[in-house]
């Protein structure tokens, strides 16, 4: 899993509770990114961060929130305004957001709604 | 729509045979393929990186094979481990900087004694 790590590995939410998933990374990459894993499918991206105070919409963005207040931490806050938000949630950071760039992934976090 | 596909879905083999997982892919413009190996509840890690010119890469028992003529790609595994049951991820990058990446579902392989 290289330097990410992910907390929690298991959580729970009730129906309106927000929820935030942690992310550190202490590979000193500038970009990083969130993913959402549901069985079956791909993984889709839900928002990557180039640097420091900037972050950008992926494809499936909405009912999320996400902040990068310090290059190595990428927290996603899960809203009461997504749906449908048990998966497997993975996040992701590579050197520079560039075309032959590896991203490194965290060993991971499932969410469940309960 | 830029899209990948792999096959099969799932597989199942006796350790020490070979297995060939399949990838086909619709993305424009292609900047170059990526296979990666997921553990169960873990996250992916990288195998190989193909860019456009490249038609082969190996990495231990793990050889990728790239096509961007039929864009295909196939994952070959040789003597096959308890270890080498996982998922295995075809990623390929989009885009004029490669920075959009679409991601197949994946194939599971199981590896029996």
């Known amino acids: 899993d290289g330097g990410i790590t992910q907390s929690p590995k298991y959580l729970f939410r009730k129906e309106g509770q927000n929820v935030t998933l942690s992310c550190e990374q202490n590979?000193?990459?500038?970009?990083m990114y969130w993913y959402r894993q549901d069985p079956g499918q791909g993984l889709r991206l839900i928002y990557y961060?180039?640097?420091?105070?900037?972050?950008q919409k992926g494809d499936i963005a909405e009912g999320y929130s996400v902040s990068r207040e310090k290059k190595e931490s990428f927290p996603l806050t899960v809203t009461s305004a997504q749906k449908n938000p048990t998966a497997f949630y993975l996040c992701?950071?590579?050197?520079?957001?560039?075309?032959?760039?590896?991203?490194?992934f965290g060993p991971g976090t499932r969410l469940t709604v309960l | 729509k830029n899209q990948v596909e792999q096959s099969p879905q799932s597989l199942i083999i006796l350790e020490g045979k070979n297995c060939t997982l399949q990838?086909?892919?619709?993305?424009?413009?292609?900047?170059?393929l990526r296979w990666y190996k997921q553990d169960t509840g873990r996250g992916p890690v990288s195998l190989t990186i193909?860019?456009?010119?490249?038609n082969t890469k190996s990495n231990g028992r793990y050889t990728a094979t790239l096509d961007a003529d039929t864009k295909q790609s196939s994952l070959h595994i040789t003597a096959s481990q308890l270890s080498d049951s996982a998922s295995y991820i075809c990623?390929?990058?989009?885009?004029?900087?490669?920075?959009?990446?679409?991601f197949g579902a994946g194939t599971i392989l199981r590896v029996k004694s």
């Open positions: 990623v390929v990058s989009a885009g004029e900087y490669g920075n959009k990446l679409v």
């Open positions: 193909m860019t456009f010119s490249e």
């Open positions: 961060s180039q640097i420091v105070n900037d972050f």
């Open positions: 990838c086909n892919y619709t993305v424009s413009p292609f900047s170059n």
């Open positions: 590979l000193n990459h500038d970009a």
């Open positions: 992701a950071s590579s050197l520079w957001a560039g075309t032959t760039d590896t991203q490194y």
